[in-house]
């Protein structure tokens, strides 16, 4: 009976250590221009993750966005943005056109990544690593809709989300981008 209950503890804690020993940098996703971009190039930064729509009422954050990408980057903060058209069809333009409405409109810098899906069975991995507990290790934390904000460590770990509403200047976001 010991030899099965140390088998199924060591099994337990197994499957929790790989649930948290994946992390940020081990995905490479698609930038908006097509190219591959490993995310393991960002160690060493705090990165704001945020899904992007351009036809939707909380749109105007990209402003927010760059001028928070602005005020941080030297101080190794970066944002990703990530266009997806799950929310009542909000970002329906190709990739190349996301890209010039978002240069065009709000003269966005930070780094665009090709369109993805962010919930539904066609999930783009990365997200799944960012919404489900049993992949980030820390907690659930399903897209409620456009602009949602993932924030990840400089080691590459999940520390938090911050609801599409809140603005990209939120406490939350701010303080954690300065505490060092």
Same mark, same amino acid.
């Given at each position: 009976?010991?030899?099965? $209950? @140390?088998?199924? $503890?060591?099994?337990?804690?197994?499957?929790?250590?790989?649930?948290?020993?994946?992390?940020? =940098?081990?995905?490479?996703?698609?930038?908006?221009?097509?190219?591959?971009?490993?995310?393991? +190039?960002?160690?060493?930064?705090?990165?704001?993750?945020?899904?992007? /729509?351009?036809?939707?009422?909380?749109?105007?954050?990209? /402003?927010? $966005?760059?001028?928070? =990408?602005?005020? =941080?980057?030297? @101080?190794?903060? *970066?944002?990703?943005?990530?266009?997806?058209?799950?929310?009542?069809?909000?970002?329906?333009?190709?990739?190349?056109?996301?890209?010039?409405?978002?240069?065009?409109? =709000?003269?966005?810098?930070?780094?665009?990544?090709?369109?993805? @899906?962010?919930?539904?069975?066609?999930?783009?991995?990365?997200?799944? !690593? $960012?919404?489900?507990?049993?992949?980030?290790?820390?907690?659930?934390?399903?897209? +409620? !809709?456009?602009?949602?904000?993932?924030?990840?460590?400089?080691?590459?770990? !999940? *520390?938090?989300?911050?609801?599409?509403?809140?603005?990209?200047?939120?406490?939350?976001?701010?303080? !954690?981008?300065?505490?060092?």
């Amino acid at each position: 009976m010991k030899v099965i $209950l @140390s088998f199924f $503890l060591a099994l337990v804690m197994s499957v929790a250590v790989s649930a948290q020993g994946k992390s940020f =940098y081990d995905f490479t996703v698609t930038t908006i221009d097509g190219k591959p971009y490993k995310l393991s +190039q960002l160690k060493g930064h705090k990165v704001l993750v945020v899904n992007v /729509a351009s036809k939707c009422g909380l749109t105007p954050q990209y /402003a927010e $966005l760059q001028e928070l =990408y602005d005020q =941080y980057k030297d @101080s190794g903060f *970066i944002i990703i943005g990530f266009p997806a058209n799950n929310f009542m069809g909000q970002e329906p333009g190709s990739n190349e056109e996301i890209a010039k409405f978002c240069t065009l409109n =709000y003269d966005v810098t930070f780094p665009m990544m090709a369109k993805i @899906s962010v919930k539904g069975e066609d999930m783009a991995p990365l997200y799944q !690593w $960012l919404t489900e507990k049993k992949q980030n290790g820390k907690q659930d934390a399903p897209v +409620q !809709w456009n602009f949602q904000k993932f924030m990840i460590d400089e080691n590459g770990q !999940w *520390i938090g989300m911050v609801p599409p509403k809140e603005s990209p200047f939120s406490e939350t976001i701010v303080r !954690w981008i300065e505490k060092k």
